[in-house]
């Protein structure tokens, strides 16, 4: 493994009251990396730091060599892009004009778009499926498009890297499988790295790479059967009602 | 955006050209006073008029004051539009945020206060133009940089609108206690400056405000990029690259040159900030600021020209104060936004 994703000594928290002390962990890049964690134990602000969103209080986190908690904005958003389960926006943009957001980065200081733009978004449209409603607005749509459009936007900003949190907390049972199968094949076949932290831990369990389980101050970085193998999820909900069945890969109630 | 649409705004724009040069013109025509409109094309272009005095009512009075309507609605609409964006709310404006109110503070302590410190008003005179509108951007940027300072722990845009609605009261009573404490033709000289009135704005103020105000339209016009990503919200546009305590440093200056200077010679002018940016995206129907920032500029400039037009009607012997005419054209209309925006509370 040649590790070109790691993090060293990552100390992240809000105002000098730490969430998450010292973490390191190693990776590899073209890999899909679940985060598990219960609610309160710091995923949100630990992706939130590896975003560059939140000053980390003190680490690194390298990525092909750079360390992408210390370049500028300008830099950094052509590394990495984001998707979060919020969906906001004011007033009408189109689902095409939105998806246009993803080359902000890459274009004049009056945001004008040059012909590899137009390609670099009509392939984002085509991977994320949205050709039948590209002419619709945002605000119209439903969760499950909206989440799309949402990737969608982050792959025509075409960074190697991809933070998502919790992608797929509003959607159905259908939708989500969209979105995690069309992660899946972002790795699979256009090089993307992708971190997504979720709590549809069966679905992740299937199809990531390696996950970091956050579990009392502490991320430990296991491949998938290593979480099923060592029970690591039963360890996660203790004295909870529930347990996780090795054998059927899913949670029971206690 | 695709050609139909595109088009569709370019047609807009220049209409709205051309109506600005025919309110422009209107402006210019009607008043208590009847000159001939024959005789105000050949007095503009130079020529002798039959009658010195209407040379002197065009050039002293209804060209400045129409010259001043265009400068104040295209600013106050670009200052609402960017603050309505920046703040994430619906509502905000220059005036409702009390930043008009802080540029009022600014005034009242240069007007007003200025004698407690033994500097007399016949010592400043000369200075009075810049030295106005120099306090006047002073008051704005200092409300605006509280607004700021406490936003980030405001996510509920109620909250935000309450805020500025108490900032504009506490000025208001500082400015009432100034106000106590000065003398008599100060606190007229600044009485006569709240009522708002363009007909006040003399040639030498306009050749101040002139070149402020196109300087602040074209640096909004550059940040219109920028603006463009907070509307994905904040987070999404430091992801996309845009360094936010630059860009908001940007625009608020931008927004405090613009409100403070106008305030400065017009006085407080209400509602124009918040109704124009909504009706150039009911128009447009985007949210793209390199056509809402063009399109608020025109329709701000026609509203106010339309709002001058009536302040001086022809059988008027005075011009009535051109805030209460904003205020009544504006009120029901945000109150219409309101009603058919349900979800305004939401929007943040």
């Known amino acids: 493994m040649s590790q070109e994703l790691n993090i060293s000594s990552l100390t992240v928290g809000y105002e000098n009251k730490p969430t998450l002390k010292n973490i390191s962990v190693l990776s590899d890049k073209n890999m899909m990396i679940g985060v598990f964690g219960r609610n309160g134990q710091g995923k949100s602000t630990l992706l939130k730091t590896l975003s560059g969103l939140l000053p980390p209080i003190s680490g690194q986190f390298n990525f092909n060599g750079i360390d992408i908690l210390n370049v500028s904005e300008k830099e950094r958003a052509k590394l990495l892009s984001i998707v979060s389960n ?32 137009y390609q670099e978004i009509d392939k984002a449209i085509e991977l994320c499926k949205l050709e039948s409603f590209t002419n619709r607005n945002y605000d119209e749509l439903s969760d499950g498009e909206k989440q ?9 900003q075409n960074t190697p890297l991809i933070i998502l949190d919790e992608p797929t907390v509003h959607l159905d049972l259908i939708n989500k499988v ?56 039963t360890e996660l909900f203790d004295d909870e009602l529930i347990s996780f069945d090795k054998a059927s890969q899913s949670f029971r109630l206690k | 955006m695709n050609t139909s649409t595109s088009n569709k705004i370019h047609l807009t724009i220049l209409l709205l ?71 994430r709310n619906p509502l905000a404006g ?6 008009s109110s802080g540029a009022g503070l600014g005034v009242a302590i240069f007007i007003m206060g200025l004698s407690f410190l033994g500097i007399s008003a016949s010592a400043i005179t000369l200075s009075a133009n810049s030295g106005i509108i120099i306090a006047s951007i002073l008051g704005s940027f200092g409300v605006l940089a509280i607004l700021l300072s406490v936003i980030s722990r405001l996510k509920d845009i109620m909250t935000v609108l309450i805020l500025g609605i108490m900032i504009g009261s506490v000025i208001t009573a500082i400015i009432g206690i100034i106000q106590y404490f000065s003398h008599d033709a100060q606190l007229k000289s600044f009485i006569m400056w709240t009522m708002g009135n363009l007909s ?65 010679y017009c006085g407080p002018i209400g509602f124009i900030g918040i109704v124009i940016p909504h009706l150039a995206r ?3 129907n985007s949210s793209d600021h390199r056509v809402l ?42 109150i219409w936004i309101i009603l058919k925006n349900k979800k305004i509370a939401n929007l943040n």
């Open chain 1, 86 to 117: 919020t969906q906001s926006s004011i007033g009408a943009i189109k689902v095409r004009d939105f998806v246009a957001f993803g080359r902000f980065p890459y274009t004049n200081w009056l945001g004008i778009n040059k012909v590899k733009d």
């Open chain 1, 148 to 156: 799309k459009v949402n990737i969608a936007r982050a792959i025509a």
């Open chain 1, 178 to 233: 969209e979105v995690f199968k069309l992660l899946r094949e972002l790795v699979k076949n256009h090089n993307k790295t992708i971190i997504i932290s979720t709590h549809q831990m069966e679905y992740a369990l299937q199809i990531c790479d390696q996950i970091w389980l956050i579990n009392e101050g502490k991320v430990e970085s296991l491949s998938p059967s290593e979480i099923i193998d060592q029970g690591k999820l």
């Open chain 2, 17 to 87: 050209i051309v109506v600005v040069f025919i309110l422009f013109g209107l402006d210019l025509f009607l008043g208590s006073v009847k000159i001939p409109f024959k005789s105000i094309c050949s007095i503009l272009i130079g020529e002798t008029a039959e009658k010195e005095s209407w040379k002197i009512i065009i050039f002293q009075s209804r060209l400045p004051k129409a010259i001043a309507a265009i400068l104040c609605g295209s600013a106050l609409s670009v200052c609402g539009l960017q603050m309505q964006t920046l703040f």
């Open chain 2, 94 to 99: 220059p005036y409702i945020l009390g930043i």
């Open chain 2, 200 to 264: 006040s704005v003399t040639n030498d103020q306009l050749t101040l405000l002139g070149p402020i105000v196109v300087t602040g339209l074209i640096l909004s016009f550059i940040a219109s990029k920028s603006l463009n990503a907070y509307l994905l919200g904040e987070a999404y546009a430091k992801s996309l690259g845009v360094n936010i305590k630059q860009s908001r440093i940007l625009i608020i200056i931008i927004t405090s040159i613009l409100t403070g200077s106008i305030t400065a």
């Open chain 2, 282 to 284: 009911m128009i447009s």
């Open chain 2, 293 to 334: 920032t063009p399109l608020s500029i025109l329709l701000g400039i026609n509203v106010l020209l339309i709002a001058d037009i009536i302040s001086q009607l022809p059988g008027l012997d005075q011009n009535l104060p051109i805030n209460s005419i904003t205020s009544l054209i504006g009120i029901p209309f945000i």
